[in-house]
Each structure stands twice: as C-alpha cells, then as structure tokens.
C-alpha cells in the first residue's frame, strides 16, 4: 500500500539538492535524497585539491552526515538514469540492482553540469576536466608526477614539454588554477629538487575571449591579468585550442608541448533535460518557470546548474547561490503547498556578488557596484568560502590549513596516490628507457 505522506525524490547533493532537503526538515513529507557519490562536494574549492593545498576530505563532507539527524531524510546512494513523469517514478541503478523505480509525489532534480569540449570529445583524453573529487585527485596526480618525472628524465629537452601547464579556460576555475600551480612552484617545490629548477616551469592560461574573468567588470579583468603575469603565469587570450592531443596544445598555428593541460573551459548540463523529454535552452539546461517547476507538471522542479531561468532578461548564472536560494525555494513551496498555504511569490536570485582569488592574499571582488581587488578582496573570498563549507568541523580544518600555508608555503596532500593499483609507470619511449642512466652515474 501507498503511504499517505507525501514524498519528495530529491536527485543530487549538490548545492542544489541539499538546500532543498534542508528546507524541507520540519515538513509533514518523506525526503528520499539519492546522489551517485556518497559526499557533497565544495567544488569551488576543487582547484585547491588538485594544485595540493586541501586535502578531498577538506572539501567532501558524507551526505549522510550532514542530513544524518533529520528524521523525515532517507540518503540513497545510487545512480538516477531516468524519469517516468506519467506513473511519476525515477529509475535508480544502486550498487548491485539496475533500474529500480522509486516513486514521487515530489520531484526536484539538482543533478549539475558535466565538462563540455565544444563538441571536440577528442580533448578529453589528454586534457581532464575539473568536476568531482576524482578529477582533483587525478590532476594533482599528474601535476607533482611531472616533476617527479622531469626529475628523473636523462634528455633535458624533455624537461620543457614536462614542464609546461596548460589550463584550457580563463574563467574563475582556470584563473585560480593558474595562479596556485604558480606558488606551487615559487613557494612550495622550488628547494626540493636537485636535477630541475621547478620554477623554470611554465604555466600558461588560453582563452579564446578576449579577457580572464569574462564575467566581472573590465578592471578586475585586467587587475586579475596583472596579477597572473606578476606571478609568472603567460596569458594568451583571442584563441582558444585548436587541437589538444598527446604532445600538448595547438593553439592559432603554433604547437605548446606539454604532458600537462587541464580543460578549465565549458560544462554541460546533465541529461534531466532528456529524462523529462522538456524544453531546454541551447546549453541544454531545462527551462522552468518562475516558481522553478517543468510546465504542465507542478510536481516537478529543476534547480541549480540544470535549470535554465532569465531574471532580467538575462540567464542566472550556473552558481552554486543559485543553486542554493532555488533549493531553499522549492523546499519551502513544497512545504506550504502540502501544509495549505498559498504559494511563495515567483523564485528571484538575490546576487551576492561574484569572487575569484589569484595567488596568495590576492583577489577580486564584485558585489552590485563594488568593485575591490587585492587583500581586502581575498579576506572576504576567504570568510565567505569558509562559511559556506558544509560541516563546522571542515571550516576549522580548513582554516588551519589555509593558514598554515600562507606562514609556510607548505601545502595538505602532495601525495601521488594511484587509485588503480601499485604499477610503476611505464617508460613512454624506447629511447629514453634505454638510454644510459645519469642517476646511476651520479650515484657511482
Ligand atoms: C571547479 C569549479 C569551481 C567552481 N567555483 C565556483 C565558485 O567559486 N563560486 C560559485 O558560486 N560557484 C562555483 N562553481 C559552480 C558551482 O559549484 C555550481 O554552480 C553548483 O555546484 C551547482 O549546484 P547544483 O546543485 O546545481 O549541482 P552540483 O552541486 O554539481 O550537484 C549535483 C549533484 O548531483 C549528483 N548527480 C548528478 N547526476 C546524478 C545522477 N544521474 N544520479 C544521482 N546523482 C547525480 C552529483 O553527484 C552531485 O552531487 C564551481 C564549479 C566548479 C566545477
């Protein structure tokens, strides 16, 4: 027999979707939240993860945890691949079962972005995309093993396509990307190693635009371009990557040798747009009325980075606030439509203003008509991410963390750790594995 309470199936436990569950404590309802990692995920500070500052457990909490003491939330771990809007049913493939329904009278789905390359699918295999724990685990990998490796290389011209970092995207994630790798180097590995010099390292930023940090006003562009350049950092702006592949970067002509580019550029949306067969802009994202629901079903909400909403006339930016106001949004409509009360006036996004950091006690700020880069910048870039993080304990340890690396240089994990097993890597050509070794000459 059906239960008489209602239930909302919430997808993702992302900004999103744990907003909308929080909303929800006190309602009269059953919450089945179901995400297909166990943890949510502070991705804004994902860049820090993958340039070694924080640990991923600085910046994942277990959605269990955090939803642990609300009675009315059950937390599924499993993968959402599709919606029956007719017998209102998602289908979810958990661990060891595929396809089970579980039914809704509710429905929110907070399901995100993946990487977009444009329509070029090509770029991926060399050229990994910043999303999830695994990304940030996988680039710090490759990043700290091409010094290992450059260290190790006999042929020193080798050094350069090892040493050279290529970030694809010069929005916020490609920016502080950038400028991390760049005190990676000057602060952190710059005594550390004997056969290379880590800061002859390049780092270079594309972007086909015409500017870093598309999004904030012209002078924090070029404040944050400034910025970049001061720590080493080569920007090349009006082209983006015509071609990524094994030996590095095309870019207008001229070939960038390196082992290192990470795709810092576009995302799409995930596929709800399709589960629901519902219109979507071009993007992908699903369009939704004011009050965030699907037309003709007002059972339905898309929040966060899969919804698409003008304000203004213009597209809400694919932000985590967004995602957050719009969860706090659906769960306090829910809660007044079930408890009789009249509905909440139309979702509007309060904008808070946008940050981005470059380097160390550096970063821009734009908030309405304020406009402030540099420390004042950083500070406020520093208290708002701290309080945003998702558990208490998270914001003391990284607090600690960021301290500690400010005094010291000294960074959380510098561990190469290999999730798939204990190989050594194998030498890339014949040449350089046979070539006669200078490390055991030195050591004669
Ligand atoms: C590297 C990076 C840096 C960023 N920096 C900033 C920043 O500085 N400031 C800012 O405001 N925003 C930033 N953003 C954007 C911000 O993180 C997003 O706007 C925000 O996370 C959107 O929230 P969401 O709830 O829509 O999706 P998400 O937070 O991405 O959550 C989606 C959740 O859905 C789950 N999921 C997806 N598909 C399925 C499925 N089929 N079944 C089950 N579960 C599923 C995922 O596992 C995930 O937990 C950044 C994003 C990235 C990637």
């Not at 089945?32 to 640990?55: C, E, G, K, M, W």
């Not at 490609?174 to 990676?184: K, P």
């Not at 598309?214 to 002078?219: K, R, V, W």
């Not at 995302?267 to 699903?286: E, F, I, Y």
């Amino acid at each position: 027999m059906r239960e008489t309470i209602p239930r909302v199936v919430i997808v993702g436990g992302g900004f999103g979707g744990l907003a909308a569950a929080k909303a929800l404590k006190n309602a009269p309802v059953k919450v089945i939240l179901i995400d297909r990692t166990n943890h949510h995920l502070f991705q804004p500070l994902l860049y820090q993860v993958a340039t070694s500052v924080l640990t991923p457990g600085h910046i994942g909490s277990p959605i269990r945890g955090i939803v642990g003491k609300q009675q009315n939330t059950t937390v599924i771990l499993g993968e959402v691949n599709g919606v029956d809007k007719d017998k209102k049913l998602v289908w979810v493939t958990d661990a060891d079962r595929n396809c089970v329904p579980v039914a809704y009278d509710f429905l929110i789905l907070a399901t995100g972005v993946t990487h977009s390359y444009f329509g070029h699918n090509e770029f991926a295999e060399f050229a990994p995309g910043l999303k999830s724990l695994a990304d940030a685990v996988a680039i710090r990998n490759k990043i700290l093993q091409a010094f290992e490796q450059a260290e190790a290389e006999e042929d020193p011209t080798r050094h350069r396509d090892l040493l050279t970092f290529v970030l694809v995207g010069a929005g916020p994630t490609g920016v502080e990307m950038a400028s991390a790798i760049a005190l990676l180097v000057h602060n952190t590995l710059k005594s550390e190693f004997r056969r290379i010099n880590p800061e002859s390292a390049r780092i270079i930023l594309l972007d086909m635009a015409p500017r870093v940090l598309g999004s904030f006003s012209e002078g924090l562009s070029s404040a944050a371009k400034e910025r970049l350049e001061k720590l080493g950092v080569e920007v090349r702006l009006g082209h983006g990557a015509d071609r990524i592949d094994a030996d590095g970067v095309v870019v207008a002509g001229e070939r960038i040798f390196s082992k290192t580019v990470v795709w810092t550029a576009g995302v799409a949306p995930s596929p709800a747009g399709k589960w629901l067969n519902a219109a979507t802009d071009r993007a992908g994202r699903v369009r939704v009325q004011p009050d965030l629901t699907v037309p003709d079903h007002p059972e339905i909400f898309v929040l966060g980075d899969t919804a698409s909403l003008d304000q203004d006339g213009k597209p809400l930016p694919g932000v985590a606030q967004v995602a957050m106001q719009q969860g706090r949004y659906a769960g306090k409509l829910i809660r007044r439509r079930i408890v009789g009360q009249s509905p909440p006036a139309p979702f509007r996004y309060f904008d808070k203003g946008n940050m981005a950091v470059v380097g160390k006690g550096f970063a821009v700020l734009q908030s309405g008509k304020v406009r402030i880069s540099g420390f004042l910048a950083w500070l406020a870039w520093a208290a708002v991410h701290l309080q945003f993080l998702a558990q208490s304990s998270l914001r003391v340890t990284v607090f600690v963390q960021w301290v500690w690396t400010y005094l010291t240089g000294q960074r959380g994990s510098r561990l190469i750790v290999n999730h798939h097993g204990t190989e050594p890597p194998k030498p890339t050509n014949e040449k350089a594995s046979a070539a006669p070794s200078v490390l055991t000459t030195v050591s004669k």
